[in-house]
C-alpha cells in the first residue's frame, strides 16, 4: 500500500510520519528530497535555476542560495510553477525508485502539495492532516 500525506505547515504531517515509521512503513518526505537536491548541488538543478535566474541565486559555493530562490518564488506564483517544474519529476521519480525497491511493502509519503502537483492518483489512499490555527500558530513559531 502506498498512501499520500498531505495537510499544511506546521499541521502535524512530521508526527504523522514518525507514527507510521514506529509501525514499519517505509517514509518518504518529498520536503526531505527537496533540500537534499538543493544541498547536494545537483548540477542539473543548479544549472536550470542559473540559467533561469542567473547569479541572483547562487550562493558563495557554487550551490543554489534557498533563500534567495524563497524570495523569487514566494513573490510571483508563475515563478513558484517553474521552480515545481524543474523539482517535481525529480521527487516523483525518487518515489518511484522508493516504491520499487521492494524494501516497504506499505509506504507513507509526505507530499505538502500533492494536490496542487496532481498526485492525488498515485495513491492508494490519502490522509489529510489538520489542526486548528492556533495550534498552527504555536508549533510555528517553536520552530522559529
Known amino acids: 500500500m502506498i498512501a499520500g500525506l498531505t ?3 506546521g499541521c502535524g504531517k512530521s508526527t504523522v510520519l514518525e ?14 528530497i527537496c533540500r537534499s537536491l538543493y544541498e547536494s548541488h545537483d548540477p542539473q538543478i543548479v544549472s536550470a535555476l ?3 535566474w542567473g547569479t541572483k541565486v547562487m550562493d558563495h559555493k557554487g550551490g543554489i542560495d534557498r533563500a534567495a530562490v524563497a524570495d523569487i518564488v514566494f513573490a510571483d506564483p ?9 523539482f517535481h519529476p525529480r521527487v516523483q521519480a525518487r518515489l518511484t525508485e ?7 511493502d506499505f509506504i507513507m509519503c509526505d507530499v505538502p502539495l500533492l494536490y496542487e502537483s496532481g ?13 486548528s490555527p ?9 520552530r522559529g
Open 78 to 86: 508563475r515563478e513558484l510553477a517553474w521552480l515545481n517544474s524543474v
Open 119 to 131: 498526485w492525488m492518483n498515485d495513491f492508494d489512499c490519502i490522509i489529510s492532516v489538520w489542526t
Open 98 to 104: 522508493k516504491i520499487n525497491s521492494g524494501a516497504h
Open 19 to 32: 507514527i507510521f515509521s514506529g509501525l514499519g512503513w517505509g517514509i518518504f518526505n518529498s520536503d526531505g
Open 50 to 52: 542559473s540559467e533561469h
Open 7 to 9: 495537510g499544511g505547515i
Open 134 to 142: 492556533e495550534s498552527q500558530t504555536q508549533r510555528l513559531r517553536g
